[in-house]
């Protein structure tokens, strides 16, 4: 069989992977574009030459990479190598104009992978008098970064044909690389685009500031959590932190869900699943760390019932956004809190994390361990959620993604530990960059060692396009053997 897998295996092919990404560098262009108008409107001429530059350079790399002839077929390892591409590329280059901030190069690339991979970690001491480009450009990095630069790609220019594993294919329809990935990806593009209109339109009615509707909008629905004050959603009043908690938890849902209910077609049974286990999810991480709260922490009622439901939802939707420092948590808040990042909500959302319907076919898969401990030998019991039959290659996936998570999350943890960090507040900062969540104890610091933060960074990478992509692009096989033939 392994001999037979060999044979029938295919490397990635050069020419598809710089023709694509060439598409993909002038998507980025066009995409850059945006901050540098922003920073002519602010009047940021320093910022404004580095952005045109940045635009220059990848319209020039794009246009000559793109006009390569390849067959518009890709291949899955191809796919996930353009995608893996890009999320390096992007964080490199945009931490130039970046720097323009006052950051050194490491913080830079920090604050550039935090923003593309919708993480919300930061290293900046203090947002107060950062240039507005500066604000404004992370927050749109995490709105484009939410939705996937390559479901843009392939919804405005790139031609049908490029699987892009984990981001712009929804599980049901992977079979369907030459239509259906397109037609998935301009749906997901017409929600997002009116979940990100509305986000703006409820912001300014509950009385935030037209800049700051715009920048907390852009991060909730990309469940990003970069926000324009150091205090994130401390300084904004009770109604419009419950509203960018409520954005937060709409970007955590399914993207595909609200184009189902609002064309009212037929959907099926794991579909109308994941939205209401994402809600449950959040209520019983915000009762836990309530409890927590008042019982281990001592904090008052009024405090708990305040606090509570606002950070639980955006670590469970991996958001990010806080209304009080989670430094000042008590243990088992923390413990709590670090699950949900790493759990993470719907597939096929804007959230990180390993998702929640893999835990669900996790517990389905125990759950029928325990029941053939009861039942005679004859009997036959299969894992079923939702009333579906799930079939052995996708339990094999969903709990090797969630073995995998663990297992990156140890080995990130352990150098924190080695180096002084304390354990469980080095565990909620490796949780809370591999669930992309961004909440902090204040761990990741402009001080931390530049070995941490390359850790960190990793994590942030690995997370946001759940590991996979990264080992198919280690894997030898990946680069070297028989490439089909073009056609």
Known sequence: MAKQATELR????????FKYFGQLCLVLAVLTMVPLVMSLIFGERTITLRYAVVVCGLASLGWGTSRLRAPSRVQANEG?????????????????????????????????????TTTGLSTKAT????????????????????????????????EPGLLAKGLAVAEAESDDLAGGTRAYARSVLKVYGILTALGVIGSLAVG??????????????????????????????????GWITLLCLAGA????????????????????????AVVIACVVASLAVGASMRLSGGMAWPQVLHHAPLLAFSAQTTAGFASLPCAHLDAGSKLILIFSMLAGGGMGSTAGGFKLLRLLMAVSVFRVILLRTCLPKHAVIEPRLAGRRLHDDELR????????????????????????????????????????????VGVASAGLPALLKGILCVDMLMGRLEIIAWLVMLYPGTWFGRRMEDT
């Not at 295919?10 to 992977?17: C, G, I, M, N, T």
């Not at 749109?140 to 919804?155: D, E, F, K, P």
């Not at 800049?211 to 150091?230: N, R």
Request: hydrophobic share 55%; charged share 10%; aromatic share 14%.
């Open 10 to 17: 295919y490397a990635v092919r050069f020419r598809v992977v």
């Open 80 to 116: 996930m190598v353009l995608v893996g591409i890009m999320f390096l590329f992007t964080p490199l280059v945009m931490c130039y104009p970046m720097m323009s901030s006052g950051l050194s190069f490491p913080d830079a690339l920090f604050e550039a992978v935090s923003a593309v």
């Open 127 to 158: 947002l107060v008098g950062a240039p507005k480009t500066f604000l404004f450009a992370r927050a749109w990095m995490q709105w484009y970064g939410g939705l996937g630069i390559v479901v843009l790609s392939l919804a405005l220019v790139m």
């Open 208 to 241: 935030v500031g037209f800049f700051d509707s715009l920048l907390y909008t852009f991060a909730a629905v990309s469940t990003g959590g970069f926000a324009p004050h150091d205090d994130s959603l401390g300084s904004l009043g009770w109604l419009a932190q």
């Open 253 to 276: 849902v399914p993207l595909l869900f609200y184009h189902q209910r609002f064309k009212k077609q037929r959907r099926v049974a794991v579909g109308n699943l994941q939205p209401k």
């Open 397 to 440: 996936a969903a709990l090797l993604l969630i073995l995998l998570f663990v297992v990156v999350a140890s080995l990130s943890w352990l150098p924190f530990v080695a180096m002084g960090y304390g354990p469980l507040d080095s565990l909620f900062e490796v949780g809370s960059a591999l669930g992309t969540a961004g909440l902090s």
